[in-house]
């Protein structure tokens, strides 16, 4: 038993290295516990296969906050963004979509779908830039708490007030339509191609068990919106050395300001007495016990499973219960023995090096979502694939690549139940891999290696309940002062001296590292 620490937090992913960097960064005495063997929880890099290391689950970058970087000085401790400059979109009949760097050029690919969709492309940028802009501020926030009241909740909405008012007629209206309508039925105000609206339309499903039109699904494509590369505005990019070098490079700064860290040590129980938490105890029976303890997992895994319903007042445990999780997406990542040839852009060329999407047009992605609403997974699904290595060559030997496939639908509740994923991995795996060789039928032939990662195996792997990537669902109803329960969302929790940390509060997920640092800001208030 341990008396050592001023705080215990449960998880070292980036969200709760990062409240552990802050925290020690304020000279307090931090421990990190990590169930698995490597750092990084879904943001990590994995030599699965010799020589090939994969980002296994989150392989792409944006929302990271600058100020995080700036603050836990990152660049010094390993981290080195490369920016993704492309979408490129295969369609069935061999033709394409491009959208790059160059403007004029993105503009030439637009307009062989529509002129009108081409004038009008910059001009939706740049108002979504500006609700970014202005939305953008409350991700540093912390909820008020409509519950209770305070003069200090009162001026925090006074000044979200403030924010909206600033806005000309124009924006205020399309902010209340993000907040409210459909992926689909916003971007039919803006453009008339399919094309165009199906490979933008699928920021707003990422992490949802919702279709392309469902209400709400325009705030989550904002979401998404909304971060930055190096100052460049709705950027996204690769971390050299995969997605663990995020993760390791904040557990370098948290070990900088003296923060311990033990991986291979999963926590069974969260310790409380009075209904004030203790400690924790180790799957293996050790106990350490601080005067604070922080969740890094989520909501489910937290309350439910580590403290204990009967731990808890029964309103805030059936919130918890409400809490959707729904896991949605899987995974597939492949060793290649070469680049993959799409039949609509031959070759190698700038099109391989930024997003490869599979989204042709909405009709498709409707169907894709009608496999999971019956309990099975897409099998024409969306997907979002790169290869990293054609821009981090370290991942794999020479000649080889790395390709990740993010997938979508792949709903946790199959209609047989979600342990008969281990049944259907090996299918759900040929289905994407099926899927993306109609675009490049050489795909197959590359193949080395291959890892399927369904939603039951996120959440055996990596402890996501229901292999919810966000921790909880982003929908309207999940967000802000109501992430993860009303009256809950300023990171503490109704066991006193238990907080919050992870993607199951304010302001969600990816990889922004936002709850991590908003919760050890409210922590260090108090101590």
């Known amino acids: 038993m341990s008396h050592d620490y001023d705080a215990i937090i449960i998880g070292g992913g980036h969200n709760g290295l990062t409240c552990a960097a802050y925290l020690a960064k304020a000279k307090k005495r931090v421990l990190v516990l990590e169930r698995r063997h490597v750092l990084g929880?879904?943001?990590?890099?994995?030599?699965?296969?010799?020589?090939?290391?994969?980002?296994?689950?989150?392989?792409?970058?944006?929302?990271?906050?600058?100020?995080?970087?700036?603050?836990?000085?990152?660049?010094?401790?390993?981290?080195?963004?490369?920016?993704?400059?492309?979408?490129?979109?295969?369609?069935?009949?061999?033709?394409?979509?491009?959208?790059?760097?160059?403007?004029?050029?993105?503009?030439?690919?637009?307009?062989?779908?529509?002129?009108?969709?081409?004038?009008?492309?910059?001009?939706?940028?740049?108002?979504?830039?500006?609700?970014?802009?202005?939305?953008?501020?409350v991700l540093g926030m912390t909820p008020p708490d409509l519950a209770r009241p305070s003069l200090r909740a009162i001026f925090d909405l006074l000044r979200l007030g403030r924010r909206f008012g600033e806005l000309d007629l124009d924006a205020r209206t399309l902010q209340v339509k993000m907040m409210t309508m459909s992926a689909v039925e916003f971007l039919d105000e803006w453009f008339e191609?399919?094309?165009?609206?199906?490979?933008?339309?699928?920021?707003?499903i990422i992490g949802t068990f919702q279709s392309v039109s469902s209400p709400g699904t325009a705030y989550v494509l904002?979401?998404?919106?909304?971060?930055?590369?190096?100052?460049?505005?709705?950027?996204?990019?690769?971390?050299?050395?995969?997605?663990?070098?995020?993760?390791?490079?904040?557990?370098?700064?948290?070990?900088?300001?003296?923060?311990?860290?033990?991986?291979?040590a999963g926590v069974a129980r969260i310790l409380t007495d009075g209904g004030i938490a203790r400690g924790i105890v180790l799957e293996n029976g050790d106990e350490y016990r601080a005067p604070i303890v922080v969740s890094g997992v989520d909501p489910h895994l937290t309350f439910l499973k580590l403290v204990g319903r009967e731990q808890l007042p029964g309103a805030f445990v059936g919130d918890v219960e409400r809490f959707k999780m729904r896991g949605s997406s899987?995974?597939?990542?492949?060793?290649?023995?070469?680049?993959?040839?799409?039949?609509?852009?031959?070759?190698?060329?700038?099109?391989?090096?930024?997003?490869?999407?599979i989204a042709p047009g909405l009709e498709y992605l409707e169907r894709a979502y009608d496999d999971a609403k019956y309990g099975a997974f897409s099998r024409k699904p969306f997907m979002d694939v790169v290869i990293p290595t054609l821009t981090d060559p370290t991942l794999a030997p020479p000649g080889k690549h790395v390709m990740s496939i993010f997938v979508q639908y792949a709903p946790y509740k199959l209609k047989e139940g979600p342990a008969d994923w281990k049944n259907q991995r090996d299918a759900f795996g040929d289905a994407v891999v099926d899927t993306l060789a109609e675009y490049c039928p050489n795909l197959k032939d590359?193949?080395?290696?291959?890892?399927?990662?369904?939603?039951?195996?996120?959440?055996?792997?990596?402890?996501?309940?229901?292999?919810?990537?966000?921790?909880?669902?982003?929908?309207l109803e999940q967000l802000f002062f109501q992430r993860p329960a009303a009256g809950w969302a300023r990171y503490r929790t109704?066991?006193?001296?238990?907080?919050?940390?992870?993607?199951?509060?304010?302001?969600?997920?990816g990889i922004m590292s936002a709850p991590g640092r908003n919760a050890a800001r409210e922590i260090l208030k108090g101590w």
């Open 41 to 137: 929880g879904a943001a990590v890099s994995e030599e699965v296969f010799p020589g090939f290391t994969y980002s296994v689950c989150s392989y792409v970058v944006s929302l990271l906050r600058p100020d995080i970087i700036r603050d836990l000085d990152l660049p010094r401790h390993g981290l080195d963004l490369i920016p993704l400059e492309s979408t490129f979109t295969p369609l069935p009949d061999g033709n394409s979509l491009y959208r790059g760097p160059d403007a004029d050029e993105t503009r030439r690919e637009i307009a062989k779908f529509s002129t009108r969709d081409a004038d009008t492309y910059p001009i939706f940028g740049q108002a979504m830039s500006q609700i970014g802009r202005i939305v953008k501020p």
């Open 193 to 204: 191609s399919d094309v165009l609206k199906a490979v933008m339309s699928i920021s707003g």
């Open 222 to 264: 904002l979401h998404h919106y909304m971060g930055d590369i190096d100052g460049a505005y709705r950027s996204w990019g690769f971390s050299r050395g995969g997605t663990g070098q995020i993760s390791l490079s904040i557990a370098r700064a948290a070990q900088k300001f003296g923060a311990d860290i033990k991986t291979d």
């Open 330 to 357: 899987g995974k597939v990542n492949l060793a290649l023995d070469g680049l993959p040839d799409f039949t609509s852009r031959p070759g190698d060329g700038p099109h391989l090096r930024g997003d490869i999407t």
């Open 446 to 475: 590359l193949i080395l290696h291959r890892q399927v990662l369904t939603p039951w195996d996120l959440e055996k792997e990596f402890g996501l309940t229901e292999g919810n990537i966000f921790h909880g669902e982003l929908s």
């Open 494 to 509: 109704p066991i006193q001296n238990l907080w919050m940390c992870a993607s199951g509060t304010h302001p969600g997920g």
